[in-house]
């Protein structure tokens, strides 16, 4: 669960930083605007949803992939399905078909 949470809180700041980067400017330049003026420009508007949107695309596959890896590396490490598991039962049958069969007993 540690790292659950951990991964969902780092993606959360990873969006949150995206989606200063991109929308910041528009967001200082509508509170330089609204303090001068008075009220928000409309032009504004379209500009600071569409940078959004993009800072959203942009990091929102990163929370599905980082929780699929994390997924299957809970999967794997709770039913043993790692590398060293697979080699150890490869070379155990490996060699239990080069060691010859006793002949039959008449």
Do not use: C, K, N
Not at 30 to 40: D, E, F, P, S, Y
Not at 66 to 89: A, C, I, Q
């Amino acid at each position: 669960m540690g790292r659950l949470f951990l991964i969902v809180v780092l993606m959360a700041v990873i969006r949150w930083v995206a989606w200063a980067i991109f929308t910041g400017p528009f967001l200082i330049a509508a509170i330089v605007l609204a303090t001068r003026v008075g009220q928000m420009s409309p032009w504004l508007y379209f500009p600071m949803s569409a940078s959004g949107g993009v800072s959203a695309a942009l990091t929102g596959p990163l929370l599905a992939i980082s929780l699929v890896l994390l997924y299957y590396d809970v999967r794997v490490r709770r039913e043993g399905f790692d590398l060293e598991w697979m080699l150890s039962t490869l070379q155990r049958g490996t060699r239990e078909m080069a060691a010859p069969s006793p002949p039959p007993s008449p």
